[in-house]
Structures are given as structure tokens and as C-alpha cells.
């Protein structure tokens, strides 16, 4: 079984930065795909960004593309979401998943593992 936590929301002004960690505990994690996604009220998931199991490939969603910055540290079974420049609807749960494929997906259903979410609100 993993089990997926995250941490780092908060409320900031626009503009502002924030840092999410993730952190995956279970047998083989190291070996997943990571993702983070986001969720307002009355929405379906969104995908935010991925990263692979090694790091080497990572894609974002064309709304935080040049902000976000997904990472992640295997020696603390750990990964991170930079966020710059934060805009107000950037405003949501943002939520961290474990996929048991190397690579990942933009698809929040391919994914078997969450965590519970984090609130990140962004006010102007």
C-alpha cells in the first residue's frame, strides 16, 4: 500500500510564490510516476503537472507552464510543486498522486494513489 501526504498550502496575494511537498511512503514508490492536480468546487480534477520515476521527463498543463515547476528527491521519497507568479485561479485543493506506470499521465483516473489535498488560495 503507498500512502500519499502533502503539505504547503496556505493563503497568498497574487504574485506570490508557494511550495507544495508530497511525500509517498510504501514499497517500490520510487519507482512511480508523480503527479499533482487541482480541484475547485463543481470541477473535475484538473492535471497540473507529472514527473517519472527517474525525473527525467515532465509535463505540465498549458495553464501553469512557465510558472509551476515539478520535482522531485528519491532519497526522501518526496516531490515538490514550485509555484510562482501565483494567479487567483490558481485558487483550488491541490492534490498529489502515485502512478504504479514509470512515466505517468495527464489523466487523474490512471493514477492509484492520492492524498488528501492541500488548500492553496490566492487573493488579489
Known amino acids: 500500500q503507498v500512502h500519499v501526504v502533502e503539505s504547503g498550502g496556505g493563503s497568498v496575494q497574487v504574485g506570490d510564490s508557494l511550495r507544495l511537498s508530497c511525500t509517498a511512503s510504501?514499497?517500490?514508490?520510487?519507482?512511480?510516476?508523480m503527479g499533482w492536480f487541482r480541484q475547485t468546487p463543481g470541477k473535475e480534477r484538473e492535471f497540473v503537472a507529472r514527473?517519472?520515476?527517474?525525473?527525467?521527463?515532465?509535463q505540465y498543463a498549458d495553464s501553469v507552464k512557465g510558472r509551476f515547476t515539478i520535482s522531485r528527491d528519491s532519497a526522501k521519497n518526496s516531490v515538490f510543486l514550485q509555484m510562482n507568479t501565483l494567479k487567483p485561479e490558481d485558487t483550488a485543493v491541490y492534490y498529489c498522486?502515485?502512478?504504479?506506470?514509470?512515466?505517468?499521465?495527464?489523466?487523474?483516473?490512471?493514477?492509484?494513489?492520492w492524498g488528501q489535498g492541500t488548500q492553496v488560495t490566492v487573493s488579489s
Open positions: 514527473i517519472s520515476w527517474n525525473g527525467d521527463s515532465t
Open positions: 510504501g514499497r517500490w514508490v520510487n519507482s512511480y510516476a
Open positions: 498522486a502515485a502512478d504504479r506506470e514509470v512515466f505517468g499521465s495527464r489523466r487523474a483516473y490512471e493514477y492509484q494513489y
